[in-house]
């Protein structure tokens, strides 16, 4: 069987790609149709038999996603396709998930297909990333040109990818200029227009702030994708005061970001502390509590969230896992769950 057939192979949601009936992408199909009466990547979606040409009329508006969207996901192990399918169907259906947000790199040929695939057979969104890490390297060049070329070459890749980020935390970590940065965003943006896929930078407010402001990044971006990780403030101390912390930050995105969209991307509290992941506070405090309840803190905002500028904030977990990153999973490294998780989706 052809790439291209098993790519184009779906139906039932969650079906095996080699099991479903095939789809067919109409080229004369208006874009404006909508088969299945409802957007992607909304809880009720149910797959077309045959796609439209083009996603212009495929996403649900941003206006819905201001409340919990979904978990970011590292995939510095190089999950295999089964991992991947059997994660992404535990995100969706379980948790109510609409998105996945990718951390970390994996540098295998086809990745990201499989991380397409996945996300197809599972409905779910994909915010794809150019893996910076922290190296002061140049191989971020190599990720960004081989992830360009398979949104062009996968036919479904600009049904499941919602945006791209450059991250993560480029201004913070001090890995291009705020201008060379913002270049980067324009050219992605130029690279991607023919498949309406957004760009976007992955990045603290303070990033931004030691910088000026680099209000050149934050023209350049569609959209604007936050690390909230009040954890780290010199004013923590458990996560149920961390709400002003939050505003802080996000009152700053609002006066600078122009009305954009805005997401909460690494967002979380971890249960412990590590060699990578110590406060900056005496006061702060990491255990499975504190985790669950920055995250209840934010559920309980939700009606706070819905009305923000941009058709509100929506927010993801940081991280699916503790085989993933240290102290930030909703599951340990054993695979059981470490605390209640579940987030509202709309208010």
């Given amino acids: 069987m052809s790439l ?22 109409d080229a004369d199909a208006p874009a404006t149709a909508n088969w299945a009466g409802t957007c992607f990547p909304a809880l009720d979606f149910q797959k077309p038999l045959v796609m439209p040409s083009d996603n212009r009329n495929w996403w649900c508006d941003p206006s819905t996603e201001y409340a919990f969207v979904g978990f970011s996901y590292e995939v510095t192990a190089c999950q295999s396709r089964e991992q991947l399918n059997k994660e992404f169907s535990d995100i969706r259906h379980n948790f109510h998930s609409r998105y996945v947000r990718l951390y970390g790199a994996c540098d295998n040929d086809g990745f990201y297909d499989d991380i397409v695939d996945a996300a197809w057979n599972n409905d779910l969104g994909v915010h794809a990333l150019v ?14 040109d081989t992830l360009f070329a398979s949104l062009h070459a996968n036919p479904l890749a600009k049904f499941v990818t919602r945006g791209v980020q450059f991250g993560s935390e480029p201004l913070f970590d001090n890995v291009l200029p705020h201008a060379q940065l913002a270049q980067q965003v324009l050219l992605a943006k130029q690279n991607l227009s023919s498949l309406n896929i957004p760009v976007t930078v992955s990045e603290l407010a303070y990033g931004y702030q030691e910088r000026g402001g680099a209000q050149d990044v934050l023209d350049a971006v569609d959209f604007i994708n936050i690390h909230m990780l009040p954890f780290f403030s010199q004013e923590a101390s458990t996560a149920n005061a961390s709400w002003p912390l939050v505003m802080d930050d996000l009152q700053w995105f609002i006066d600078h970001g122009e009305g954009k969209k805005m997401y909460l991307d690494e967002n979380g509290w971890p249960s412990v502390t590590s060699s990578g992941v110590q406060p900056n506070s005496p006061d702060a405090v990491a255990d499975i509590k504190n985790e669950r309840d920055y995250f209840m803190l934010l559920d309980k905002h939700c009606e706070d969230f819905k009305p923000v500028v941009g058709g509100g904030v929506g927010w993801f977990a940081h991280i699916y896992s503790d085989y993933m990153e240290p102290g930030y999973g909703i599951y340990d490294v054993d695979g059981e769950k470490k605390i209640w998780f579940n987030p509202r989706t709309h208010c």
């Fill in 4 to 25: 291209l057939t098993l790519l184009l192979a779906a139906l039932a949601c969650g079906a095996p790609l080699a099991s479903a009936a095939p789809l067919t992408l």
């Fill in 131 to 144: 893996w910076f890490g922290f190296n002061g390297d140049d191989v971020w060049m190599t990720r960004r």
